[in-house]
């Protein structure tokens, strides 16, 4: 479903800043795999992310989405196959829009876009439908500004909002990390059931190592913009938080204090 052939970023290439983001970078995703992405500051990860969502040029290799190339495809054209969740809860969603509102524009992804949304009453139920599973209480405030929300109910609506048309590809970029510790708890684990509901290709960053462990089938560990480590399945699962930090270490890694807290 998602292919990244030997992708090189080196921004403020010929400068004092020069830094080489990515470095070689292949990466292969079967449909339904979800797998979490965890390293240090500065390994990649959310490069890694902007990469396949088209936000900036590659300096060389391919990345490809359930067969076709989008390599050269414009960042608008490729969110026709991507879902999206920033880490910043503002991003995502248009706060002076009501809630039903957002989810219409979300419904039209992929498909000629308007200046205005239309009521449709079938449309509306079935939103509502969506919000009360996230068991939040939004099914109750379909008017409501999305200004208005907690970060937490605006990340669990815009999570939503990114699988509502199911995207080839969704993307998660430490989308709990600005979340209070219950609050993220609550997001991961919608997020986790709409993942499993739809058997969506995921690349979920983070910096906590036991949610990389917990989360997912696979588990990808970057460091100077390279993957170091990848796992999967059984072997993942016998993976534990001081297993990572032994072989982060031999790696040559530093350790921030993200993933020290994490442990």
Known sequence: MLRIENI?????????????????????????DFCTVIGSNGAG????????????????????????DVTKMPEH???AYIGRVFQDPMRGTAAGMMIEENLAVADRRGRRATLRWSE?????????????RLGLGLENR???????????????LTLLMATLVRPKVLLLDEHTAALDP??????????DQLVEEQKLTTLMITHNMKDALRFGNR????????PILDVAGEEKAKLTPVDLLEYFERAGGELSDKMMLAK
Do not use: C, Y
């Open 8 to 32: 090189e970023k080196t921004f403020f290439r010929g400068t004092p800043n020069e830094k080489a983001a990515l470095r070689g970078v292949t990466l292969s995703l079967k449909e339904g």
């Open 45 to 68: 990860k959310s490069t890694l992310l902007n990469a396949v969502a088209g936000v900036f040029p590659l300096d060389s290799g391919r990345i490809l989405i359930d067969g076709v």
């Open 77 to 79: 054209r490729r969110a």
């Open 120 to 132: 449709n009453p079938s449309r509306t139920e079935a939103f509502r439908e969506m919000l009360r």
């Open 142 to 156: 379909m008017t409501a500004k999305v200004g208005l929300l907690s970060g937490g109910q605006r990340q669990a």
């Open 182 to 191: 219950k609050t993220a708890e609550k997001v991961l684990q919608i997020t």
């Open 219 to 226: 588990l990808v560990m970057m460091h100077d913009g390279r």
